[in-house]
């Protein structure tokens, strides 16, 4: 029901759309077929589309981070394996919320699990284990609201799931093969959230520190804390705790030369 209605609404607006790129965003134009699965096109694809191997061998690095520093941790690895990861972001899986004003939107709870689609990110998770190239929604932090555009995530040796609220969740933690925490301390934290919102997201300062206060800090004490127990590695300060970078790195190494030989 719900997710047919979400597909043929996707559909609709990838058959009205032009190909083009913003950034690392893509949006492409497909001919799609009734052989489509939503956010998955299976179907002609406009000119330019990289193909990639139909399986691809899988390793659930599964990131859980506490503050935006994990992406010196992403960024390691992506240097180190290059187009062997693929990282899919849970903030793109926010919900819709077109019914709703941009002043209703924003006092919406961001941080309760229950503002993402994550059945969606779930759905899309299993595609990628099994070959599959997905459009990822792309979510716009300015309006509250996700955009029209997509990001096309294609299948690697190793997905990298990253997002605050991912081990809140049974589902994603059941698609996991190694489950990361990366800790940071809580006057850190705030001091990074106010640097990103307010430079990226085009948030005010008094809207960030409310947000905190609101929803942020309890969010965080009632779903975040409590699902550390769920990782399987604990990591503090992520990309600048070397020796923990270099035994994931390895692990990472070793799984790919086992899939190698396979």
Not at 26 to 47: D, M, S
């Amino acid at each position: 029901g719900t997710i047919n209605a979400q597909n043929a609404d996707l559909n609709k607006r990838m058959k009205d759309a032009d190909p083009k790129v913003i950034g690392t965003r893509i949006v492409n134009k497909f001919l799609v077929t009734p052989h489509t699965r939503f956010g998955n096109p299976r179907a002609e694809k406009a000119p330019n589309y990289v193909t990639y191997p139909d399986a691809c061998t899988w390793l659930g690095a599964l990131w859980f981070s506490k503050a935006v520093k994990n992406k010196d941790m992403q960024q390691r690895l992506k240097e180190r394996f290059g187009d062997q990861i693929s990282v899919i972001s849970h903030d793109n899986y926010y919900k819709r919320q077109d019914e709703l004003t941009y002043e209703q939107r924003c006092l919406t709870n961001y941080d309760h699990p229950n503002a993402f689609e994550t059945e969606l990110m779930v759905e899309h998770i299993k595609a990628l284990k099994a070959g599959e190239t997905v459009l990822c929604p792309v979510y716009d932090f300015s309006q509250h609201n996700r955009s029209d555009d997509f990001i096309q995530i294609h299948p690697a040796p190793v997905i990298l799931v990253e997002g605050i609220l991912i081990f809140a969740s049974p589902e994603l933690c059941d698609l996991m093969d190694i489950k990361v925490f990366v800790d940071t301390d809580a006057d850190v934290r705030i001091l990074r959230r106010i640097v990103r919102d307010v430079k990226k997201r085009g948030r005010t300062l008094d809207s960030v520190v409310t947000q905190y206060l609101t929803t942020v800090k309890p969010m965080h004490e009632q779903f975040v804390e409590p699902s550390k127990r769920r990782a399987d590695l604990i990591i503090p300060e992520g990309g600048k705790n070397p020796v923990a970078v270099e035994m994931l790195i390895h692990r990472l190494e070793s799984h790919l030369a086992s899939a190698a030989k396979e």
